[in-house]
């Protein structure tokens, strides 16, 4: 089928087209976790146990800014935008650009882990993550439990969240119903995640400028010709 990067696909559910869309959105949202966020998870625990640095990221700014403990809030709402894309992505009509995006987005996710394991950088915020009560502390103390302090650059945080939010804009689009103020909140909601990989000590400057850079290449050089090429 078009817009399928992997033919293997074809060969094991060569029926998808007929799924219902609850059911095709898990096939997205799976692919990603299977693909994605578990090598993610290997590689952090890999880095943490190898626990070397390659060369420094960090400037005094990076040390300047506050730790603003609410903006965790932010950060946790990137794991909303998988299943919104997979949501939408399954939707009659954008199912093949559905799962094309899925695909190269988990491709971008791989080019981040590559660097992740060639150039692991330490992340040696935390310790300014410090005073965050109620609600706020348990997140943070959650967060650094779950994640070790490396997976720095770029962030995959930045990345995979822009490139969602550009397929939610473009299906948006596509149907006619992208309005000015959906790309407001779209853009002011993808704008304080990426703000606060930094607000809360999680990642360096350059890990969000990074990760921003590569969203921007590979959106406008791969993902976005791809789907344009690629039939509802």
């Known amino acids: 089928m ?15 087209a007929e799924w219902s869309r609850n059911k095709y959105g898990m096939f ?6 299977l693909l994605g966020a578990l090598p993610y998870g ?12 390659s060369f420094s990221v960090e400037t005094s700014l990076d040390w300047d800014l506050p730790f603003v403990p609410w903006m965790v809030i932010p950060y946790y ?10 949501w939408i992505g399954a939707a009659p009509g954008f199912r093949q650009q559905g799962l094309l995006f899925f695909q190269r987005m988990i491709v971008a996710a791989w080019m981040a882990f590559a660097m992740f394991l060639i150039f692991p950088v330490e ?27 490396y997976n720095a650059w770029p962030s995959i945080h930045v990345l995979l969240s822009i490139l969602i939010v550009f397929f939610v804009q473009f299906t948006q689009r596509k149907m006619g119903v992208w309005t000015m103020s959906k790309a407001t909140l779209a853009w002011t909601a993808c704008a304080l995640l990426v703000a606060s990989t930094a607000l809360i000590k999680q990642h360096y400057l350059f890990d969000g400028v990074t990760g921003t850079l590569l969203a921007l290449a590979l959106w406008y050089g791969w993902i976005l010709p791809g789907l344009n090429r690629t039939g509802n």
């Open 2 to 16: 078009a817009g399928n990067d992997w033919p293997i696909i074809d060969r094991w559910w060569p029926e998808r």
């Open 123 to 149: 992340i040696e915020l935390r310790t300014q993550a410090t005073g965050a009560d109620g609600l706020f502390g348990l997140l943070m103390t959650g967060l650094h439990e779950a994640d070790t302090p």
């Open 77 to 86: 709402s990137y794991y909303l935008y998988f299943p919104l894309a997979a």
């Open 28 to 33: 997205l949202l799976s692919l990603f976790l």
């Open 42 to 53: 290997v590689i952090n625990r890999f880095s943490a146990w190898r626990g070397t640095s």
